[in-house]
C-alpha cells in the first residue's frame, strides 16, 4: 500500500523556518509531480509550491522568494522549506503526489495526511 508520511510542521515565531519533508512508502513504479498544499481554517485546500520529475517548480504567488521546494527521487521525498514565515501562512500543510505503481499503467493521485504548522508569537 502506498504511503505518504509528512514530517516537520510545529509552531515557529515570525521570522523563523521550519522544513517539511513527505517520504512515499510503498510499491512504486514511477513518481511524476510532487507537491504541498495547505489548508487554513476557513479556508479553501490552496497550492502552496510543485515540482515535476524533472525539477521544474511553481510556487503560490504568497510564497514566492519564500519557500523552495525540492525532491530526492532515490528516496521518494520532497521537502519544503519554509523561510521568513508570517502568521498568514498557518495552516495544514498535506502533500500530494502522482505514482505510477505499474509500469504502463497511468499515475493516480494520493494525499498525505497533513502536517500543522503555526505561526504565533
Known amino acids: 500500500q502506498v504511503q505518504l508520511v509528512e514530517s516537520g510542521g510545529g509552531l515557529v515565531q515570525p521570522g523563523g523556518s521550519l522544513r517539511l519533508s513527505c517520504a512515499a512508502s510503498?510499491?512504486?513504479?514511477?513518481?511524476?509531480?510532487m507537491g504541498w498544499y495547505r489548508q487554513a481554517p476557513g479556508k479553501q485546500r490552496e497550492l502552496v509550491a510543485a515540482?515535476?520529475?524533472?525539477?521544474?517548480?511553481n510556487y503560490a504567488d504568497s510564497v514566492k522568494g519564500r519557500f523552495t521546494i525540492s525532491r530526492d527521487n532515490a528516496k521518494n521525498t520532497v521537502y519544503l522549506q519554509m523561510n521568513s514565515l508570517k502568521p498568514e501562512d498557518t495552516a495544514v500543510y498535506y502533500c500530494?503526489?502522482?505514482?505510477?505503481?505499474?509500469?504502463?499503467?497511468?499515475?493516480?493521485?494520493?494525499w498525505g495526511q497533513g502536517t500543522q504548522v503555526t505561526v504565533s508569537s
Open positions: 510503498g510499491s512504486i513504479f514511477s513518481i511524476y509531480a
Open positions: 515540482i515535476t520529475s524533472g525539477g521544474s517548480t
Open positions: 500530494n503526489a502522482d505514482f505510477a505503481l505499474v509500469a504502463d499503467t497511468p499515475p493516480r493521485n494520493y
